[in-house]
């Protein structure tokens, strides 16, 4: 008899060699078709759903939650309803299975079962099933209130808030509320991975951070007059664009800001490319979006990046590539206040630059106090690859930058 069974693999996962199997949607007997979601994966920044690359009739399934699996890792075997054994590569499916993974993906209906039925997952889109494993929640466990018991985001929100009412009491070493009104909060995949890496980061890096301010008056008339211009066609010509551009000037002119530290803490390897992460705030916790290219790319193009990846940070729809391999790091807190801050290098990076808010103060030159708008810059780095006098350098030459616009377009 001609031996149907097809495997299924884990596509291109982008720098990642092994990834968290945080959901398997198919049993055997399951009937799937190309394109229905098989597992999901997830990292600390994102989660993606894997699709069939066959359509039929779920034979095997060799992966379970809590396994790690990298790229070419079966999944399943499916019975492939054409009956052919090695069926031709269909160009579709190729370029699904080599594309890389979305998060999160569109969504579909899960896939059908056949008889006997086996306990099909519950009813509910991608961005719902994302939300309750943030928090942790298994769907099993939630009646749905939508159309044919279809599982709601509010279905997952209410379970929470009553999930953690009774926790709280179950598990709280200090019962705050003996002191007064309390309310807890469950804290998202993303907000407790990045936990995790912040501590990381901050007891295996000595930090120091370097503080400076750069003259931005001359800058900022530019930047308004031509932001301008741009606002017209709808874009926002904010300072982070200019300041990505200051990072690139001062990265090329100092270029052990541009490297990691090798396995052995041996050597540095340094980068000729200028990928630049920007730090975005998003309900869900920091994601940390990477701008490709900054040095080739111009004012505008980075404003339209920028617009583009913090609206799709902030919608949960930033793809794992987009987040994979990043220079050095800006976080830019200006457009909310403060005068200075203390970032935290994000490890393999060997420095981050935190931007507070600019401020008009007086400036003494040429003999007299005159009004100037500067920019607070706060430079963290590893001091086992970067010393003292190498951030005072690097900040000085970055306020350089800033404060002639003409030597930043150069
Ligand atoms: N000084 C004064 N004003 C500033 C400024 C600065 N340093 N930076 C931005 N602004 C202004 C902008 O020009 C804008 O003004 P308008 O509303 O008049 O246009 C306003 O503040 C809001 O800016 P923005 O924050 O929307 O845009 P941005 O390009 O400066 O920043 C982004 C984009 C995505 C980086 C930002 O929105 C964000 O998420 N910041 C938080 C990052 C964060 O949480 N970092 C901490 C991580 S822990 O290390």
Redesign the pocket.
Known sequence: MLDTAKEVRVPDIGDFEMVDVVEVLVQPGHVVAIDDPLITLETEKASMEVPSTVSGKVREVLVKVGDQVGEGAVIAVVDAEDGSAEQPDAPAAAEQAAAPLAAPAPAREPATVATPDRSPKPHASPAVRRAARISGIDLRDIEGSGPHGRILKEDVDAFARRRSAVETQASATIDFSRFGEIEIKPLSRIRAAAARNVHRAWTSIPHVTQHDEADITELESFRKVEGQKVKEHGL?L???SFVMKAVVGALREYPDFNASLGADGTELILKKYFHVG????TPDG?VVPVIRDVDRKSLLDLARE?ADV?SRARAGKMRLDEMQGGCFTI??????GGTAFT??VSAPEVAIL?????KLAPVYRDGAFEPRLM?PLSLSYDHRVIDGAAAARFTTHLAHLLSDVRRLLL
């Open positions: 926002r904010t300072l982070l920007i730090a975005v705030d920091l920028l913090s976080s830019s807190l200006g457009g909310i970032p935290i935190g931007v507070s808010r600019a920019l």
